[in-house]
Nanobody, 120 residues
Framework: QVQLVESGGGLVQAGGSLRLSCLAS????????MNWYRQTPGKERELVAV???????NYGDAVKGRFTISRDNAKKTVYLQMNSLKPEDTAVYYC??????????????WGQGTQVIVSS
């Protein structure tokens, strides 16, 4: 079955950096677009970054120029490098993919989330 497992969250001071990882399994990772979202209490989940199978990337306006999404197909892992972090980046960050190629059950899949806290 499809599984997405995030890691790398934590507490960091404003201006610092973190790198999140999402290990994927249960589908043909290399051809699927992978997404990072984030959510804070009381707000809708916000799209942070997208990387397609051909490594085309897109970013939410709030993180452009500070965050970088990348993927290692051999390790079936997608990364989110977060630099120049701000307190408003504090959120739970989720890995996501939709209708993964090769999965037994199509649909939208989410990881369990990893908490990022940026102190001022």
């Amino acid at each position: 079955q499809v599984q997405l497992v995030e890691s790398g969250g934590g507490l960091v001071q404003a201006g610092g950096s973190l790198r999140l990882s999402c290990l994927a399994s249960g589908f043909i990772f290399s051809v699927n677009s992978m997404n990072w979202y984030r959510q804070t209490p009381g707000k809708e989940r916000e799209l942070v970054a997208v990387i397609s199978g051909d490594r085309t990337t897109n970013y939410g306006d709030a993180v452009k120029g500070r965050f970088t999404i990348s993927r290692d197909n051999a390790k079936k892992t997608v990364y989110l490098q977060m630099n120049s972090l701000k307190p408003e980046d504090t959120a739970v960050y989720y890995c996501n993919t939709r209708n993964p190629f090769g999965a037994l059950i199509k649909g939208e899949y989410w990881g369990q989330g990893t908490q990022v806290i940026v102190s001022s």
